[in-house]
Each structure stands twice: as structure tokens, then as C-alpha cells.
């Protein structure tokens, strides 16, 4: 039983990342959810979870890893579940951004090139312009992310799970309440450092005070264009390969990795890497426009095509698509993070004198881990109480007070991912830290050189997703996850000179 449901698993996953892949790298204008989940319907049904959860009954307890691995499937599938109750809605939120234009300079843009504009923008009112009209194009489409998110609610209800919440904490066997917890810790801990920093920058680089900061400033206090010389548009693939030829990796011989780095109407700005098949067929999509978030894009999006495309092929499906995605994060930020090493951007771009560039990454990155902490602590609100009407205004005061934006209500369910996706990319941010420390100590400061350190990350790799980060963490003597890594590190690296 198990192995025929395996087989069809596998073949609905390479129809749903191909579907996704076709549709944000601009190659087919209609997201097409509905065909896939018809044709695979007996994959996510009461029934199929009700079998799953017999097999696990009926494994015995010394078969532990067979047991992790059914877990592993009953999670998938019941997420699967889940978003099948919802998809007509995805498609309706899907197709209405897909459709939807904003007035910037005159013209007409689509809504997804916003953040694009956004970062590019230096007039602080035409900032904001821009970004009330995105906020009015979420606001009229809020309504049907209202009814998808009770619908995921309610379902995880019929599932026998409390609530949306305790049904995520479940699946991956992770206390996600204890994450969200040390999340508000984090916040407590980096405020005074973060706020300083913050209100040293803002007004030179903005033109204004943290007090006066806007959501509408987001994007333009990330962008780096005053580095943009060290970072051509054409470079960013040559980096992220001449990076993996130091540690011994071909890139140009893995056929089952294909770059698409072409440039089309409706392709999604955002980077992205999709596992259609792994490790036999893995898609990355990047759109370049220059400038140092090209390369961490590109490094991030490579960390995951790496992990997914030397993952052992004899693993059972679960294995490969269906484990912890913070493992997957983690190794993402593994490359990405190469960004904020000297030694790197020296040798790689010869970036010499980058004192300033990654002090304001390290910046970045803090507003991001800020970022997500809130984020967590607002999500465990709005999936515990399912108070839509209370969400809003938490979401707004959460955002603001962790970054110092002001964050519109009017984004409470524009701005979140589905599964607590953003317990995934703090524990993948604690996970990566600690893997980055032990790198550097075990084969020195240049680990990215180290062909030992490359065998040391493909055998990890060769796991796939067969572990959760802690268990990783503890199996390559890591450690327990904390803060107290990144904590340590922002500290230094943001310390007045």
C-alpha cells in the first residue's frame, strides 16, 4: 500500500511544481491548481489519512524511522487536504494579483512590480503614493483571504486538531509555542541595539526619522544600489557557480538543475527554487536586475537546488519533498549569508573595503529575524483565536513595534504564509548560524575552499529531508538551537567601531 501511494505522491508533486514553476517564470498566464488536485484526488482524501494513520498503528515502535516517515506522510497529506477545501479561493486571490495594475509615473504597472518599484523609488512621497494603491488592490481581495483562512481553519477542525495551530505543531513534531516564545525573547534582547542602529540610519538614508518610518520605506532601506557597481546583473550566476567550483562542485554537470534567468512579462520578481522531481529535475528561477539583491537571491535559491539535487535517490518520497522545511531554509541561508563575509566578497567580487556594506546587511538581516519574530507571535494569535477582526490590528501593532514601519492592518492576510511558514524561517535562520560556526571551526575561516567541508555538506544533503533541524543539529554535534549564536553575532558585527 504504502509504496503505490508513494508513486502517486511523487507524481503529484512533479505536476503541482511544474504547474507553480510555469506559472511564476511567466510561461503560462493561469495558475491551474484544480486539474492537478482532481487527477490526484484519492491522494487527499479522509480515507487516504485514516489508511495512513492505521499503517502507523500498526508499525511497531522499534521501526522508528519507518514511523517518522508515515508521520511525515499523514502531515503531507493532510495540508494537501486542507489547501484542496481552498483552492477554487487560492486560484480567485492568484488571478486577481495576476490581473491587477497600479498607477506609478503615469503609467500603468502590474501589482507585483511594486516592491520592485518601491526599492528603486528615492521620492518618499511617491513611495507612499504607490503603496496606498497597493494597499487598496490587497484590501479588495481581503475579503476572499477571509474566507480561505476559515476555511483552512475549519477543516483543520474536522480533522480532530483544537485549532490551526496545535494541527502545525502536530505535524512536525516541533513545540512551535516554545519557537514563538524565544521569538519575543529575541525582540526584548535586540531592541536597544536595533533602534540605535536604525535611528543612526534612517534619516541619511531615507530622509527621516524611525518615528516617521512608513511600510512604504521597506523596500527602499533594503535595497544596496549604492553598491551596485560590485554587483552587475550578469554576474550573479558566474558568482554562485565559481562559488561551488571552490568547494569542488560542478554546477555545469548537474543537468538536473536548471537556472531559468530569463526575462518575461508576468514572471514573478521574487526568486525561486521549485523540487518538481528530486533530485532528477530541480528548476530555479531568477530575475536579474542588478545590484547586490540579485547575488543573495541567486545564493539562496542555489542553497536550495544544491540540497534538493544531491539528496540520495533511494529515499522514500517522504524523505525527499515532505520533511522539515527549516533544514531546507537553513542550507539556503547557508550560501545567502556568504554575502556578509569579507573574505568571500574579497575573493568572489573583489570587494575590498566592505566594512560598511555588510554592517548594513547584518542590519538587514536583523530587520528580517524582527521581522519574523513578530510575524510568529501574530500568527500563533490569529490561528489560536481565529479573530479576524482582532488579527488585523494585532498584525499591524506586532510588525510595527518588532521593525519600527509602520505596517498597514489592511496586509494581516496578504502578508502570511500558510503551515506557520515563518516558524520554518527562524528556525532555519538558528540552524544555519550554528551550521555556518561549525563550518568555519572545523575547516577554517575559508570553508567555502574546503573540498572536506563540500563532502561534509553533501553528506548532509544526501538526507534530504529525512530530519528536523534539531535532530541535525544534535547529529552533527551542533548543538541544541538557541539564539545565543546570532545574538553574539549581531552584536559584533553592529558594535560602534
Not at 537556472?259 to 518575461?264: E, N, V
Not at 520578481?269 to 545590484?291: M, Q
Request: with cysteine; glycine share 6%.
Amino acid at each position: 500500500m504504502l509504496d503505490k501511494y508513494r508513486s502517486e505522491l511523487a507524481a503529484f508533486q512533479e505536476a503541482l511544481g511544474r504547474e507553480y514553476f510555469l506559472h511564476h517564470s511567466g510561461q503560462k498566464k493561469a495558475l491551474e491548481l484544480y486539474p492537478i488536485y482532481d487527477r490526484y484526488a484519492d491522494l487527499f482524501t479522509r480515507e487516504a489519512i485514516k489508511s495512513l494513520k492505521d499503517q502507523l498503528e500498526s508499525t511497531p515502535d522499534h521501526f522508528e524511522r519507518q514511523r517518522q516517515g508515515i508521520k511525515l506522510l499523514v502531515a503531507f497529506v493532510e495540508e494537501h487536504f486542507i489547501e484542496k477545501q481552498a483552492q477554487g479561493l487560492t486560484e480567485q486571490i492568484a488571478q486577481s494579483e495576476s490581473q491587477a495594475t497600479l498607477r506609478f509615473d503615469s503609467k500603468e504597472i502590474p501589482f507585483y512590480r511594486a516592491p520592485e518599484v518601491l526599492a528603486n523609488e528615492p521620492d518618499a512621497q511617491k513611495r507612499r503614493s504607490l503603496t496606498q494603491q497597493r494597499i487598496e488592490r490587497v484590501s479588495e481581495s481581503n475579503e476572499l483571504r477571509e474566507e480561505r483562512l476559515r476555511r483552512l481553519h475549519e477543516t483543520s477542525r474536522t480533522l480532530g486538531y483544537e485549532n490551526y495551530w496545535a494541527m502545525a505543531t502536530l505535524w512536525r513534531g516541533i513545540n512551535l509555542s516554545s519557537y514563538a516564545d524565544l521569538a519575543a525573547q529575541f525582540l526584548e534582547h535586540t531592541e536597544s541595539l536595533y533602534v540605535r542602529q536604525m535611528e543612526e540610519r534612517l534619516p541619511r538614508m531615507l530622509g527621516t526619522s524611525l518615528a516617521q518610518a512608513d511600510r512604504a520605506d521597506v523596500e527602499y532601506f533594503l535595497q544596496l544600489n549604492q553598491y551596485a557597481d560590485f554587483f552587475p546583473p550578469d554576474g550573479a550566476v558566474a558568482v554562485y557557480r565559481e562559488t561551488l567550483k571552490t568547494l569542488g562542485i560542478s554546477e555545469e554537470r548537474q543537468k538536473q538543475v536548471e537556472i531559468d534567468d530569463a526575462q518575461r512579462p508576468g514572471k514573478h520578481r521574487r526568486s525561486f527554487c521549485i523540487p518538481v522531481r528530486v533530485p532528477e529535475e530541480i528548476k530555479l528561477s531568477i530575475s536579474l536586475r542588478g545590484g547586490p539583491n540579485d547575488y543573495q537571491a541567486m545564493l539562496h535559491e542555489g542553497g536550495h537546488a544544491q540540497h534538493y539535487a544531491w539528496t540520495s535517490p533511494s529515499l522514500p518520497v517522504e524523505f525527499k519533498i515532505a520533511g522539515d522545511p527549516a533544514v531546507a531554509e537553513g542550507y539556503a541561508f547557508l550560501f545567502q549569508y556568504l554575502m556578509l563575509d569579507p573574505l568571500w566578497l574579497d575573493e568572489m567580487l573583489h570587494f575590498g573595503g566592505s566594512e560598511d556594506f555588510i554592517k548594513l546587511g547584518w542590519l538587514h538581516k536583523l530587520f528580517y529575524l524582527r521581522r519574523y519574530a513578530a510575524k510568529l507571535n501574530y500568527e500563533r494569535d490569529l490561528h489560536t483565536s481565529g479573530d479576524l477582526a482582532e488579527a488585523s490590528v494585532q498584525y499591524a501593532q506586532r510588525l510595527t513595534e518588532a521593525t519600527g514601519f509602520r505596517y498597514p492592518a489592511e496586509d494581516f492576510l496578504y502578508d502570511l504564509n500558510d503551515h506557520v511558514y515563518a516558524a520554518n524561517y527562524f528556525r532555519g535562520w538558528l540552524f544555519e548560524a550554528q551550521l555556518r560556526e561549525y563550518l568555519k571551526t572545523r575547516f577554517g575561516k575559508r570553508w567555502w575552499k574546503s573540498a572536506r567541508a563540500a563532502d561534509f555538506l553533501i553528506d548532509l544533503w544526501n538526507t534530504g529531508e529525512s530530519y528536523a533541524a534539531e535532530e541535525l543539529a544534535l547529529l552533527v554535534d551542533l548543538g541544541p538551537l538557541s539564539f545565543d549564536q546570532l545574538t553574539t553575532e549581531f552584536i559584533e558585527a553592529l558594535k560602534e567601531r
